[in-house]
């Protein structure tokens, strides 16, 4: 290579670190610190990337060994804290992609299935070791919960409780999963359940752990329900619903709720309204997702649904994270052969960043209970 590329090299890479360095600067995060939240360079390359790639080549770096940090969930509660996000760049990259999102319908019938194919079809086998006993993928409710499974139980109960479940009543749960809530809601409530997902691999599992339950599984896009139901819920979903799909996606729930029926949607929430998610999360980990803001929705929902309560437990996200983490890391010895060191440095990023995330309350997760039209007398709010 002729001498001049590389001293136009070596110079980007120098005017690069000094970028990264001003932009951390009073974040109380150091290069090559010795406290937990402070970043270890590996290799120099680690600021081009950032400069070049912002949140993409931030994790990506980190997918490849370029830096790393004794505690990533305290790096991203520490950048966060400090309010960083709002001093982003963007690149002409992200730029695009935000462009595309806010003309087409990123989110449309034919990518539903995408992000079941990519993430929820990644292996039954890395959920059941990470999640809890009943395979819960949400955040959980730790008031007085000591360990995951009891927390999420928890959370569980708090969903059927908000929605006064009855024995008999027929339940639409959007966006299943393995069918937890359908098998908590069924053996201790009494109610049947039909859950829709896009996920072959849930639906596979899920028919097993619900054997001998009224609850039904069906591989179908929410868009194509059309039945009546005493109750709907949805548990992290949404997110993969998209902004040009938020008023048909209440449109459906507000036709299938029976006129004295509840709906409950639990969901991750922003601060702000974007039409994007992290370019990183998008690639690896959840493709088309996005995360709706109260505004977002409440424009969504308007004169469709009456709001009869709304609850704020974001915070409860952080350690459902870490102790998904746990698991997943006791676990990888057994998991190493078919997933492989790549994905591990993926699947920590992931995990720990989120973590982080909420620790710092950026992300919030909200829980609504709509009505039809209202509740004749009001509604009780339960916590």
Known sequence: ??????????????????????????????????????????????YSRVVKDGDLGLGESYMEGLWDTKELDSFFTQL?????????????????????????NIQSKRRAFDVGEKHYDSGNDLFQAMLDQRMNYSCAYWKDGDTLDEAQERKLDLICKKLQLEPGMRVLDIGCGWGSFGKYAAQKY???????????????????????????????DYRDLNEKFDRIVSVGMIEHVGHKNFK????????????????????????????????????????????PSLNQLSKAFENK??????????IHYDRTLMAWYENFNAAWPS???????????????????????????????????????????GYTSIR
């Not at 110079?11 to 690069?16: E, F, G, N, T």
């Not at 804290?81 to 999102?101: E, K, P």
């Not at 922003?270 to 999360?281: A, E, G, Q, R, V």
């Open 80 to 104: 966060l804290r400090a309010g960083l996000q709002h001093r982003y760049h963007y690149n002409l990259s992200l730029l695009f992609y935000i462009a595309l999102s806010k003309v087409f």
């Open 248 to 291: 048909t996606y209440f449109e459906i729930a507000a036709n299938c709720l029976n006129d004295e029926g509840l709906f409950l949607l639990h969901t991750i929430g922003s601060l702000k309204s974007y039409t994007t998610t992290s370019p990183w999360l998008n690639k690896y980990i959840f493709p088309n997702g996005m995360i």
């Open 335 to 377: 998991l190493k052969k078919q997933y492989g060191d790549d994905f591990y440095r993926m699947w920590k990023y992931y995990l720990l960043s989120c973590a982080g995330i909420f620790r710092s309350r950026y992300m919030q997760v909200w829980q609504i209970v709509f009505s039809k039209y209202g509740l004749r007398g």
């Open 1 to 46: 290579m002729p001498l001049y590329f590389i001293y136009i090299g070596y110079q980007y890479m120098s005017k690069a670190k000094k970028v990264i360095e001003s932009f951390i600067e009073g974040t109380d995060i150091k290069i090559d610190g010795k406290r937990p939240w402070d970043i270890q360079v590996k290799d120099e390359k680690f």
């Open 305 to 314: 649904l009456v709001v009869e309560d709304l609850h704020n437990i974001g």
């Open 190 to 220: 009494g109610v049947e359940t039909i859950g829709v997902t896009i996920s072959r691999k849930q639906i596979e599992l899920g028919e097993k752990l619900t054997e001998g339950l009224p609850v039904e599984f069906r591989l179908m």
